[in-house]
């Protein structure tokens, strides 16, 4: 019997439970999905916790998965039954699920090469890099970049796209397990920042100049510090809050070096789908030809899914998380 994690409130990670679902027969421009792996997102307990109200309960929580297509609804022309494919979508939401229905224009195939557990684990977080490196802003060789967050599911990836790409990659942890994960990420200085002041430490690793964008997904608590480390005409990325809400900014504080600030949502991004397509295509070949690494997940099953985001939660986890129907 097909099953999905359902929340009927916001609330904690004991606000998930397990229900049957009837998930039925693919409509017009929809496929119906056996999912094989499932990835779990920081987004996902912002959005069950009710911060970011883009779900009104009762719903189904779940940015990512990976599975095998069972069924195709009339009009869907790019896809068979028994193919592998991976996505990402939301709002609405719905991946945590045994078998869901899903628009065939959110779906791209997976290669050979890429694994159920590599997608679910790495396609939302890869797809944020693409986005972050080639789209928000374009890192250059040469270019001094700051990354809060280093050893996370997007900072690592971000440093190891960065360090490749030719930028010196400065980024911020929170303990020396994490500076090494982060170094070996392509992170050329790593700023443990419960022991210093991250401002001043990037400060002096720049000989004073500052660095062209920091990407900041930490969102209060760096915020201000963020701004400070740009260098003239430099760029703060801001693409989470972990922390909580920034605090809005004056204009004549960017003025005062011409700075500029975005905050970018991933989503609007994958809105054309020959845009996402594309992107996804990228981020798989960076997979199969070894620059962007292949972590092994931490796998919790569907029904365990409140354990897998109190594991999130701590920020003790080092790999990506992903749930098994």
Do not use: W
């Not at 090469?113 to 684990?121: K, N, T």
């Not at 801001?238 to 004056?250: D, K, M």
């Amino acid at each position: 019997m097909p099953s999905v994690s359902m929340i009927r409130s916001y609330g904690g990670s004991d606000v998930m439970a397990l229900e049957a679902s009837d998930v039925g027969a693919p409509h017009t421009g929809e496929i119906r999905i056996r999912q094989t792996a499932i990835g779990v997102n920081f987004h996902d307990i912002y959005v069950r916790s009710g911060l970011y109200n883009t779900l009104v309960p009762p719903g189904i929580l779940g940015c990512e998965a990976a599975g095998v297509i069972e069924a195709i609804g009339p009009d869907v022309e790019d896809f068979n039954i028994g193919d592998r494919v991976a996505y990402v979508t939301g709002p609405p939401y719905g991946a945590y699920a045994s078998d869901r229905l899903l628009p065939a224009k959110a779906a791209v195939p997976l290669p050979d090469d890429i694994s159920d557990e590599l997608a679910a684990g790495n396609f939302l977080r890869a797809l944020t890099v693409e986005m972050l490196a080639r789209q928000v802003t374009q890192i250059k060789p040469g270019m001094t970049i700051l990354v809060h967050a280093a050893a996370g599911g997007v900072g690592r990836l971000l440093c190891k796209m960065a360090s490749h790409m030719g930028a010196t990659v400065i980024g911020t942890v929170g303990s020396s397990q994490k500076a090494k994960i982060a170094r070996d990420m392509g992170c050329t200085h790593t700023i443990l920042y419960r022991d210093v002041n991250f401002v001043d430490e990037v400060m002096k690793i720049t000989d004073s100049n500052g660095v062209s964008v920091v990407y900041d997904s930490i969102g209060a608590d760096t915020f201000e510090g963020s701004l400070s480390v740009l260098a003239p005409c430099g760029h703060l990325v801001n693409f989470g809050q972990s922390s909580g809400n920034v605090n809005p900014v004056a204009m004549a504080t960017l003025a005062q070096k011409s700075l500029t600030v975005s905050r970018p949502i991933l989503f609007h991004y994958l809105s054309d789908m020959a845009v996402y397509r594309d992107m996804a295509a990228r981020v798989f070949a960076l997979f199969s030809e070894g620059t962007l690494n292949a972590i092994e997940p931490v796998v919790f099953a569907l029904e365990d899914a409140d354990q897998a985001h109190d594991l999130l939660a701590s920020r003790n986890a080092t790999t990506p998380i992903i749930l098994k129907p």
